[in-house]
């Protein structure tokens, strides 16, 4: 059986295939791995674009191990196992009446992956997911099956929310949730000069700000989301047939034709993006959460993040589109801007620092390596740390300066997974070995 990541970067062809329906049976995988010295990975849906999840030897699958366990309304927690999707634990949770604080804007992922490779959003009091974890189980290298909450085992709870899967096999996720909530997003294009301007304002005003800069031009869009304090009942989201137009019709079918006829002839990309730029209106609307922060990605698409100190994230962006404009390159995805408020994970990209990020896309069929090539070096030289899950180039070496806990997450990792059960060809760059 061959394994691929969404985006076709990764390709690995593991020599077994096991779908476990039990802690017993990852142990039971773990402990034959250990035994014949070989590897052991459990794949999530693909979603990273780094080859973290590629399985060398044996591939687990989480098929059955998906779904709530556990609902503490006193505590305000909720207990799911690592193989749920974001989008299947959000429409869970809305039946309940609760709702995460923070995510991403794609929810395909399993839980297990999107909180290992530390998976954000923008703005709010915790931007990461793993940020919001209150408690973990993981099975270690050794077969253990061990369990870290604020009070017991803190230690492993820091180290271990965002593990890189280099630690256990997550098995279940214990999140901090709250009351459903509705978000008001108002999304508008904006002149470059103008966004950046009143970047720092929109930040401050509003609750979760995502920032798009269309390449080669001057014109971005600007979405502001806001928490409304109504009733869920008085939602008043798009209707059918406009959200139908704008995320599916045009987002993905039509932005995907156009990214197709634009890899053949680069030298419409420029003029496509202000046509692209010019035709985007503003809009307003409110739903529950989670439809809020997140929408479908049809067009299948590669991409490079990087997380740089707040402080400095408009003069990097600057920096940015200075090489990118002074280069040949042509880009049809739009650059994403977010950021969010410092957190004590000991490997997030936010740990210790308020963060902008910086996500370059392009199409799955263009060059991606010319343009991540361009802008990496920017990154790097502003203090960016590599978002875990998407394209870098940064090893061992590079990365041990950037995080005041690293060297405690290898020793970690020394005492977990002493055999290395759990390593790959990327585990070994980042991590060392």
């Not at 699958?61 to 305000?76: F, K, N, Q, T, Y």
């Amino acid at each position: 059986m061959e394994w691929s990541n969404w985006s076709g970067l990764e390709q690995a062809r593991p020599s077994r295939v096991v779908r476990p329906g039990d802690v017993a049976g990852i142990v039971a995988e773990v402990e034959r791995a250990r035994e014949r010295r070989s590897t052991v990975k459990m794949v999530g849906t693909g979603h990273s674009f780094t080859g973290i999840a590629a399985p060398e030897e044996t591939m687990l699958v989480p098929s059955g191990m998906a779904g709530i366990v556990a609902v503490d309304r006193e505590a305000m927690t909720v207990t799911a196992l690592a193989g749920t999707r974001l989008q299947d634990l959000n429409e869970a949770l809305e039946r309940l009446g609760l709702s995460l604080h923070n995510m991403g804007d794609i929810a395909e992922q399993t839980l297990a992956g999107a909180v290992s490779t530390g998976t954000h959003g923008t703005g709010g009091l915790a931007g990461g997911l793993a940020a919001q974890l209150a408690g973990l189980e993981l099975v270690t290298g050794t077969g253990e099956v061990v369990r870290a909450t604020a009070e017991d085992d803190p230690e492993l709870l820091d180290l271990a929310r965002v593990g890189l899967g280099a630690l256990g096999v997550l098995t279940t996720l214990t999140f901090r949730v709250e009351p459903l909530f509705l978000l008001e997003a108002r999304e508008e294009p904006m002149a470059w000069d103008a966004a950046l301007a009143t970047y720092d304002e929109m930040t401050a005003s509003s609750h979760h700000v995502d920032l798009y800069w269309f390449p080669h031009t001057d014109r971005t869009m600007v979405k502001r989301n806001d928490r409304l304090a109504a009733d869920v009942s008085e939602a008043e989201p798009l209707a059918q047939w406009r959200s139908w137009l704008d995320d599916d019709f045009l987002s993905n079918s039509v932005f995907g034709v156009l990214n197709a006829a634009a890899n053949r002839v680069p030298a419409v990309i420029p003029r496509m993006n202000q046509v692209s730029a010019r035709a985007l209106s503003a809009r307003t609307y409110s739903d529950v959460a989670h439809r809020v922060f997140t929408s479908p990605r049809k067009v299948v698409f590669r991409e490079m993040e990087y997380a740089v100190p707040r402080a400095d994230g408009l003069e990097v962006l600057r920096e940015c589109r200075r090489v990118i404009d002074a280069s040949d390159v042509r880009v049809t995805f739009p650059v994403e801007v977010r950021s969010t408020p410092a957190d004590d994970v000991a490997l997030s990209t936010a740990s210790g620092r308020d963060s902008f990020y910086l996500a370059f896309h392009t199409h799955r069929d263009a060059d991606h390596c010319r343009y991540f090539a361009l802008v990496e070096p920017v990154l790097r030289a502003a203090g960016g740390r590599p978002h875990w899950g998407k394209v870098h180039t940064m090893a061992a070496e590079d990365l041990a300066p950037a995080y005041p806990r690293f060297a405690d997450f290898l020793a970690l990792r020394d005492r977990l997974d002493p055999d290395r059960v759990f390593a790959n060809a990327y585990l070994r760059r980042v991590l060392g070995d």
